[in-house]
């Protein structure tokens, strides 16, 4: 049922809810999510990527340009996102836009070294290098670039999920599970509690 108060009681419960259940931004352990596009041939796709961070503006995550993902929200820019937990289950469904060049290099500057070396060398070529010989050059450029000097390669792009709905799905094994819904409406945020 629709809970019968106002948005800005939503909004509050909305905030309070993503803050208890996400860690702070600097938070260097970042949950993973499962990314949810749909694609030009009609089925959908999913692949695991990190919550880079989270804001009043939505979910964002950074990946390479080239990737299939990428062509899936230029071509229809929108998504799911799932983050899961022991007993506790997030879905956010929302419109995708790219992150501005500010956020995306903020996000690149607070990403481990792997993933920030990885930004660099994550590409088809080098997939196809032998082991041996992959983890010479990944040595190699490591070397050559030492910490803090790397700036995000001009592949590097981020985007942002501004949620429309929010589920917050909770189980328990004393009794039934049960979500809380957040939908967003031109006047602002509904809440539901709906059977998990």
């Known amino acids: 049922m629709t809970a019968s108060v106002s948005d800005d009681e939503n909004s509050i419960e909305l ?42 503006r939505g979910f964002f995550f950074h990946t390479d340009s080239r990737s299939r993902k990428v062509a899936d929200v230029t071509g229809d820019p929108r998504a799911a996102l799932t983050l899961v937990w022991p007993g506790r289950q997030l879905v956010v469904q929302g419109d995708v836009a790219r992150a501005d060049d500010a956020e995306e290099l903020w996000a690149y500057r607070h990403r481990s070294r792997y993933l920030q070396l990885l930004a660099w060398l994550n590409t088809p070529e080098f997939a ?14 490591d070397a050559a670039h030492p910490e803090g000097t790397l700036d995000p390669p001009p592949t590097w792009a981020g985007f942002v999920v501004r949620p429309v709905r929010l589920t917050f799905w909770e189980g328990s094994p004393d009794t039934a599970s049960r979500r809380t819904e957040f939908r967003r409406t031109a006047e602002g945020w509904t809440r539901a509690l709906l059977p998990g």
Request: no cysteine.
């Open 15 to 56: 905030a309070g809810l993503l803050s208890e259940w996400l860690p702070e931004n600097d938070d260097p352990a970042r949950p993973l999510m499962t990314l949810s596009t749909g694609t030009s041939s009609g089925y959908p796709d999913a692949r695991t990527v990190l919550l880079s961070e989270y804001d009043e």
């Open 128 to 141: 196809a290098l032998p082991q041996e010989e992959r983890l010479a050059r990944w040595a190699e450029f």
